[in-house]
């Protein structure tokens, strides 16, 4: 299953998103970031993670994670 980064409101119920995810097919797979506001999730394919946002208004947003590169000019 692919990974996405989660980000949620700062006033968000963590607890219901949490169960928000698992009622959709999702798990949880990275809590560390969610000081931050962000948690690491699996879900079934993209579909069901793009929907996330249409099942709770504290999902801010959802991506995929992906590694991220810089380059110095």
Avoid: C
Avoid at 21 to 37: F, M, P, W, Y
């Amino acid at each position: 299953m692919p990974k996405y980064i989660v980000s949620l409101e700062s006033t968000a119920d963590y607890e219901a998103t949490k169960q928000t995810i698992k009622n959709q097919g999702g798990t949880i797979v990275d809590e560390s970031a969610r000081i931050l506001g962000m948690i690491t999730v699996q879900m079934p394919d993209e579909g069901a993670a793009s929907s996330l946002k249409s099942f709770s208004s504290d999902i801010i947003s959802v991506e995929p994670d992906q590694i991220v590169t810089t380059q110095a000019a």
